[in-house]
């Protein structure tokens, strides 16, 4: 194993690798699965996996992560793993309870954009705010993710990820558009010019706001999903700003084209 393996993994469970002495990989798997437990064993393999394909998109893409990027999206692929495994067994126990809902966004106002934006943190490290946007039709022109080091506090993030809505325009080029959030007080906070705990960013949104046609707007979770979803996925991202333009990061999570409800 690389140092950069070493690295990525608990000292519990590096005490565990070094007893192994299988010189061949495969039987080397097969021993750790029989010596480790469940949770330990997909840790590890899943942090095989993210290295081995960080390492083929360098050597291939030149495109180059960090070891942080890689533990990221680690921990978060193990939570999504819990996550869809709760949710089977959810749907095993009480079938009943699960119920899709058949709800469409809101389509904006004729002539103007709209931009749904959500926000996402790991308690203790980091936090993200992101943004996505269509035109009045339903099409996609773009998306953007902030994340920052250091914020975790859930309503300071989502008057970030307002702040980004705002961000998102400039990119696209556009000055009439519509920002939906699920965070019904920031958006109070919003229409009322509050000066609050996060005051300073209401007044920095507020001040943009004025050279443009834009209003924020509260919508419920079932329809702000996509900014959801690209707010979860943005955990695993360095840090700093990334944008899309034209073609989302993943089509399953934010297709080309969504219908409005009318």
Same mark, same amino acid.
């Given at each position: 194993?690389?140092?950069?393996?070493?690295?990525?993994?608990?000292?519990?469970?590096?005490?565990?690798?070094?007893?192994?002495?299988?010189?061949?990989?495969?039987?080397?798997?097969?021993?750790?699965?029989?010596?480790?437990? %469940? /949770?330990?064993?997909?840790?590890? *393999?899943?942090?095989?996996?993210?290295?081995?394909?960080?390492?083929?998109?360098?050597?291939?893409?030149?495109?180059?992560?960090?070891? %942080?990027?890689?533990?990221?999206?680690? =921990?978060?692929?193990?939570?999504?793993?819990?996550?869809?495994?709760?949710?089977?067994?959810?749907?095993?126990?009480? &079938?009943?309870?699960?119920?899709? *809902?058949?709800?469409?966004?809101?389509? &904006? &106002?004729?002539?103007?954009?709209?931009?749904?934006?959500?926000?996402?943190?790991?308690?203790?490290?980091?936090?993200?705010?992101?943004?996505?946007?269509?035109?009045?039709?339903?099409?996609?022109?773009? *998306?953007?993710?902030?994340?920052?080091?250091?914020? =975790?506090? &859930?309503?300071?993030?989502?008057?970030?990820?307002?702040?980004?809505?705002?961000?998102?325009?400039?990119?696209?080029?556009? $000055?009439?558009?519509?920002?939906?959030?699920?965070?019904?007080?920031?958006? *109070?906070?919003?229409? $009322?010019?509050?000066?609050?705990?996060?005051?300073? +960013? +209401?007044?920095?949104?507020?001040?943009?706001?004025?050279?443009? %046609?834009?209003?924020?707007?509260?919508?419920?979770?079932?329809? $702000?999903?996509? /900014?959801?979803?690209?707010?979860?996925?943005?955990?695993?991202?360095?840090?700093?700003?990334?944008?899309?333009?034209?073609?989302?990061?993943?089509?399953?999570?934010?297709?080309?084209?969504?219908?409005?409800?009318?």
């Amino acid at each position: 194993m690389s140092r950069c393996t070493w690295a990525l993994v608990d000292r519990e469970l590096l005490q565990k690798l070094a007893s192994t002495t299988e010189p061949k990989a495969k039987k080397w798997l097969f021993t750790l699965m029989e010596l480790l437990s %469940h /949770a330990e064993f997909v840790k590890l *393999s899943v942090t095989l996996w993210a290295i081995w394909a960080a390492r083929r998109k360098a050597i291939h893409e030149g495109i180059f992560q960090s070891p %942080h990027a890689i533990m990221s999206f680690v =921990d978060r692929y193990i939570d999504e793993l819990e996550v869809i495994n709760g949710r089977q067994e959810s749907v095993r126990i009480e &079938p009943r309870m699960v119920h899709i *809902s058949g709800r469409k966004p809101k389509a &904006p &106002p004729m002539g103007y954009a709209k931009i749904n934006v959500d926000a996402g943190c790991r308690k203790g490290s980091w936090g993200t705010a992101a943004a996505v946007c269509r035109d009045n039709t339903g099409t996609f022109l773009g *998306s953007s993710a902030l994340v920052i080091r250091g914020v =975790d506090d &859930p309503a300071m993030l989502e008057t970030i990820a307002c702040r980004e809505g705002l961000a998102l325009p400039a990119d696209l080029h556009l $000055n009439q558009f519509v920002i939906a959030s699920d965070a019904k007080e920031v958006v *109070s906070a919003i229409h $009322n010019d509050s000066m609050g705990a996060y005051g300073a +960013i +209401i007044k920095e949104i507020r001040v943009q706001q004025s050279s443009l %046609h834009c209003n924020f707007c509260f919508e419920g979770r079932l329809n $702000n999903l996509e /900014a959801h979803r690209l707010a979860k996925h943005s955990l695993s991202l360095g840090l700093g700003r990334h944008v899309w333009l034209g073609q989302p990061h993943d089509l399953n999570c934010i297709p080309l084209h969504v219908v409005f409800d009318e």
